[in-house]
């Protein structure tokens, strides 16, 4: 028995695959959202242009969306849809790195989130170089 028929499949895709797209897909519905109103700082009351660096409503917006993307290509079996996976998961762990360590400003990332957006972004990244995942991808 291959080691893909030992996993646990649902409705034709692992479990492992279900959970990180539904995960991912909030994760990037909430980023996404909280972008788009950072960036419409000046007509939403609690969310002025004083509390966040234009740059980082950009860049949460665009993680929002990529993630969201990769995570529709993810799901539909796509290899593009592993490959913007594991390189917005590394784009993430090492702009997160570099602000924790106050290296890396420019984004405006904060700091408490950047400690927990990494062991995210790592666990994302060691489900996806699985043998079992791998395969089903291609890789």
């Not at 028995?1 to 995960?23: C, H, Q, W, Y």
């Not at 993430?92 to 972004?121: C, F, H, N, Q, R």
Request: glycine residues 10%.
């Amino acid at each position: 028995m291959s080691e893909p028929d030992k996993v646990v499949n649902l409705r034709g895709r692992f479990v492992g695959i279900a959970v990180l797209t539904g995960i991912q897909a909030i994760n990037g519905i909430i980023h996404a959202f909280f972008g788009s109103v950072l960036l419409l700082g000046n007509y939403v009351p609690f969310a002025s242009p004083s509390n966040a660096p234009l740059i980082f409503s950009f860049y949460t917006l665009s993680y929002g969306l990529l993630t969201i993307f990769f995570t529709y290509l993810f799901w539909k079996g796509n290899r593009l849809g592993w490959i913007g996976t594991i390189a917005v998961s590394l784009f993430v762990i090492i702009a997160d790195s570099l602000t924790v360590l106050d290296l890396l400003t420019l984004l405006g990332i904060i700091k408490t989130a950047a400690i927990g957006e990494i062991p995210y972004s790592l666990l994302i990244i060691f489900y996806l170089l699985q043998n079992h995942v791998r395969l089903k991808y291609g890789i």
